[in-house]
């Protein structure tokens, strides 16, 4: 096989084993997060509570649409794309919350979603409550074992982020195996010097 087709096959090969392996790691190594911060967005008419956390390759996001609609629209407030409210109409229910984990280093691969309509499901909790450093954790935890709020409703690749990172750790292990290659011909090329 030639030196440049092996190089190739190995680079994609890494670049496709440390995308799933920094997709799937942080969700299992996440012990807290840094603390949630609450904030209210407005998208349309209609005003949201927000929880946002963070950890390594992991991110939180905790909606809580506010009963109260606005007289007229808005849109306010920073959210990514991955946590982005769905748009109307909404599922009726008393108190509509969506919790939103996303994985992946550095961008976000993998999108987990809860939407709760019902006071019977405590996961997640309103977002308004949602100041603590825990609920990451508790997402982590039901995302992986399913024994919080039953494992999420939705699970979706986030196409840009594993392809982006796909090509990062593909390119590194390209520029690495270029490296490895120069390496062993400076050394076999002195090796007959001696």
């Keep these: 096989m030639k030196p440049l087709l092996l190089r190739s096959l190995l680079a994609v090969a890494a670049g496709a084993a440390a995308t799933g392996a920094m997709t799937y790691l942080p969700i299992y190594l996440v012990d807290r997060g840094e603390g949630a911060k609450i904030t209210t967005i407005y998208r ?97 935890e039901d995302f992986t074992k399913g024994n919080r709020g039953g494992g999420p409703d939705e699970v979706a690749i986030l196409w840009s982020g594993a392809l982006a990172n796909f090509a990062i750790y593909a390119a590194a292990a390209w520029v690495l195996l270029g490296v490895r290659a120069r390496l062993v011909i400076r050394r076999e090329a002195a090796a007959p010097a001696r």
């Design 44 to 140: 349309g008419t209609d005003g949201w509570y927000n929880a946002r956390d963070k950890t390594f390759g992991v991110a939180w996001s905790n909606l809580q649409l506010i009963d109260q609609p606005l007289t007229s629209p808005l849109t306010e407030g920073e959210l990514p794309a991955w946590a982005e409210p769905p748009a109307p109409p909404h599922p009726e229910g008393p108190l509509l919350r969506i919790g939103t984990l996303a994985s992946g280093w550095p961008l976000p691969a993998i999108r987990a979603r809860w939407t709760i309509t019902s006071l019977d499901r405590n996961f997640p909790v309103p977002a308004e409550l949602d100041d603590q450093d825990t609920s990451i954790y508790y997402a982590a």
